[in-house]
């Protein structure tokens, strides 16, 4: 075994550890998802606090929606910025935060390992604006799906977004299990990636939004393929919360979701450069000491339905590959309870 699937490994085994072990659930968490969300609580004892993690130099569609006055008598509390989504949704298992988005297959993981959970808005995704490549160097012979046996692919994170489409793409195009899994993951971070390539540390890395654009306009890469390319426009990523939360503190969970949904629907109403404009005015005016420039490649939402309702096939998809991997067993996940469009004011039927 190479020492970078040695790698791969064990930071898989940590992070299945950490969603499995009793320590990650909240006390008296046990329990049915299902059964957890059935009770409400009288209004004055409801908290009208979320508390979040925030991405450095970005704008969340909650941040947008607290800025655009849209969450009413709800205040956010930002605890930090969030390193990974599989670290974000760990954060609102264990009590630290309120609310924690991620990667669609992550939030499948995570309940699989048994955490009381519940998706509640889209709120990231994929259109032919807002997408993410996996590229090569012009000289490299990496142009199909074969080509990419053995080599090494740099993702931002494991067990998350560009894994699973990456593994999606290679079954598609006939790989078998063993050839899959002989495609070696190496975790680099996002600004990195570009000159990890480049150097030939890599045989391909995955960019998107400013990275992408900037290693395009540098030239000497392409794309061998995108999740675009893959799976069309999609819902890629969710916002959940503890089923104990929701249960506890449903009129601010409404409030939320109600307020953070207008705000992904102005956004896929507005012109781009009036989201832009806004997204750096609220940068510039919460005081963290950071710079503009990611937000400045904004494209759009990619959030496929109005308002971040959640699809179905926006979660099966991601069940059937991860089955048909063994990454999660048969069953262990009911999607009849792991999300929810019911505090969504624009689905037409709240489930």
């Known amino acids: 075994m190479t020492r970078a699937l040695v790698v791969l490994a064990g930071l898989l085994t940590l992070f299945v550890a950490s969603c499995a072990g009793p320590a990650a659930l909240p006390p008296g968490a046990a329990g049915t998802r299902s059964t957890e969300t059935n009770s409400t609580q009288t209004n004055s004892t409801q908290t009208n606090i979320v508390r979040y ?3 450095v130099g970005q704008v969340t569609f909650p941040e947008l929606a607290a800025d655009l006055g849209y969450l ?15 670290q974000d949704i760990q954060a609102t298992v264990t009590g ?34 807002t997408l993410t490549g996996y590229f090569a160097r012009d000289g490299s012979p990496i142009r199909t799906a074969r080509d990419l046996i053995g080599r090494t692919v740099g993702v931002n994170t494991l067990g998350a977004h560009y894994e699973d489409v990456l593994r999606i793409y290679l079954a598609r195009n006939g790989l078998t299990e063993q050839e899959i899994n002989s495609v070696q993951l190496v975790v680099v971070p996002p600004v990195s990636a570009e000159q990890a390539l480049r150097s030939g540390q890599l045989d391909v890395a995955v960019l998107q939004g400013i990275y992408r654009d900037k290693a395009l306009s540098r030239g000497g890469v392409r794309a061998v393929f995108s999740d675009y390319d893959v799976l069309g426009r999609f819902t890629a990523g969710s916002l959940v919360m503890r ?27 507005q012109p781009r450069d009036v989201v832009v404009a806004r997204m750096k005015q ?14 400045s490649y904004w494209k759009s939402t990619g959030v496929a339905l109005p308002g971040g309702v959640i699809a179905r096939a926006e979660f099966s998809t991601w069940v059937d590959r991860l089955t048909e991997d063994g990454r999660i067993t048969p069953g ?3 999607l009849d309870t792991l999300y929810t469009n019911q505090f969504n004011p624009y689905a037409g039927t709240p489930r």
């Open 332 to 334: 262990a996940v009911d």
């Open 53 to 55: 993690q925030g991405q």
């Open 282 to 295: 609220i940068i510039a005016h919460r005081g963290r000491a950071e710079n503009t420039d990611a937000v």
């Open 243 to 269: 089923n104990r939360f929701i249960r506890d503190n449903p009129d601010t969970v409404r409030a939320f979701v109600a307020g953070t949904a207008r705000a992904i629907a102005w956004a896929q109403r």
């Open 72 to 86: 009413g008598g709800v205040r956010l509390q930002w605890i930090g910025n969030s390193t990974s989504g599989p």
């Open 96 to 129: 630290d935060t309120d609310v924690g988005g991620a990667f669609n297959g992550s939030v499948l993981r995570l309940a699989a390992a048994g955490a009381p959970i519940t998706a509640v808005i889209g709120y990231y995704g994929v259109d032919d604006q």
